[in-house]
């Protein structure tokens, strides 16, 4: 007879289960819990009707903002948080807390002599009384600006991830001074980091060359995807979805590319190879466009699919105020925790994705001329 | 939200779903063929899915 001769589990398979298991909890939690931070604040507050108020929610949780605002109402007085330090410089350097915006009524404040006024989450130079004066067709504010160097929530928060970071691959580093085999935290990133070398950049870019490249390609792959699990958080952070981030991840990109470019690199773009002359002339508009397009369309996928990620979220879980019915919200609450799982998803895919293009960008840069022309 | 960006933002979708659905399908066909491949097309198919649904997600915000 043969009984399940093996059922009698280890000890460590049954510590691997209930790792497993209670690893499952915790994620799940975790991901309920951006539902719960959903503050009943979310009441009928008289004069706003439930869609504006869940509207004007969502819009601050995608936009950036002068203090971090962690759970609690504004208008109830109950809102804790923290605020940040703002710094302008308008021919002077200002620097004051944030909290003294909402000091006064006219949310003007002075510094040196100079006013200025926080209207609509912009600051914008003023007089005592806090005036905004619209241009003609009272569409954009006419007020002077200063150039705004604030610690906003998105700055604090690229900082506090770039440290931790830093921190991390430091230790990583570190620990393989004396000892070649991965322990602790190292069992996690060594294939992560491997996974990046030979699958992302050896590929693309060919044994040669690949090594120049891996710092930033390791930076980048990390950093999105940090970034991104990060802005998963009930903490309403959303840096990847702010298109002047992808922006800057998208320009550097661009500037190794074109500046580490050998000569194929251009004579494939100007005065390429293999063509008749006539058709070359033609193409070479077309190819200096496709080298502006490629890192810009780097950036408008990674900003469109983070944000839209976070607006879809952020709307089911508004919808579970708008429904009375308990069905519907379980509903909607499980739905919004599916999305959730895939978000995670999304947010490895894109950084995986972002970094491989770069590195494909990167290989064109560096590749030799082959002999089919 | 007035109706050509309604109907714009339909036929993204459409083109999209079209788009992956086909990447999809092949890939499903090449698993078939060499079941040993399966690593590099899935690979390869998830790439193809991303771009398109760059564009996808690009054009839906100009919308």
């Known amino acids: 007879m043969y009984f399940c001769a093996d059922f009698k589990m280890t000890l460590e398979s049954r510590v691997m289960q209930t790792k497993r298991f209670g690893f499952l909890v915790l994620l799940f939690s975790f991901l309920m819990s951006t539902s719960m931070m959903a503050s009943d604040s979310h009441g009928e507050s008289g004069e706003i009707s439930m869609k504006e108020q869940i509207r004007k929610d969502i819009d601050h949780h995608l936009k950036d903002s002068h203090s971090f605002h962690l759970w609690g109402d504004h208008d109830e007085g109950t809102a804790v948080g923290f605020p940040l330090p703002i710094i302008l410089w308008d021919g002077q350097i200002h620097t004051f807390s944030s909290s003294e915006f909402h000091h006064s009524e006219n949310n003007v404040v002075e510094s040196k002599g100079s006013y200025f006024r926080e209207y609509h989450s912009k600051i914008y130079s003023t007089d005592a009384e806090g005036s905004i004066t619209y241009d003609e067709n009272h569409e954009f504010v006419a007020n002077d600006k200063p150039i705004d160097f604030s610690i906003t929530k998105n700055v604090f928060s690229l900082i506090l991830i770039s440290a931790l970071i830093f921190w991390i691959f430091s230790t990583v580093a570190k620990r393989y001074k004396n000892d070649p085999v991965p322990r602790g935290m190292s069992k996690i990133f060594e294939p992560l980091v491997i996974f990046v070398r030979d699958e992302i950049a050896i590929p693309n870019i060919g044994e040669k060359h690949y090594k120049k490249y891996m710092n930033y390609l390791l930076t980048v792959f990390f950093f999105i995807w940090m970034i991104n699990l990060f802005g998963q958080t009930p903490l309403g952070i959303n840096i990847t979805g702010n298109i002047a981030i992808t922006f800057a991840l998208a320009l550097i990109t661009f500037l190794i590319t074109t500046f580490t470019a050998n000569k194929n690199y251009w004579g494939h773009i100007f005065w390429m190879p293999g063509v008749p002359y006539l058709m070359r002339v033609v193409l070479a508009p077309i190819e200096v466009l496709g080298m502006f397009i490629k890192p810009f369309a780097l950036l408008i996928r990674l900003y469109a699919n983070i944000s839209a990620g976070h607006v879809v979220i952020m709307s089911i879980i508004g919808l579970l105020f708008v429904f009375e019915n308990w069905f519907a919200r379980g509903a909607f609450l499980g739905l919004g925790l599916f999305l959730s799982v895939i978000e995670l998803l999304v947010a490895f895919l894109q950084a995986y994705i972002f970094t491989m293009l770069s590195a494909l960008y990167f290989g064109s840069a560096v590749e030799e001329p082959h002999a089919d022309h | ?63």
């Open chain 2, 1 to 63: 939200m007035e109706i050509p960006t309604i109907v714009g933002a339909g036929l993204i979708v459409i083109g999209v779903g079209i788009g992956i659905g086909r990447i999809g399908g092949s890939a499903m066909e090449a698993i078939a063929r060499q079941p040993e491949a399966s690593g590099k097309i899935q690979s390869a198919m998830i790439i193809a899915a991303a771009l398109i649904e760059g564009i996808g997600f690009a054009a839906l915000f100009a919308a």
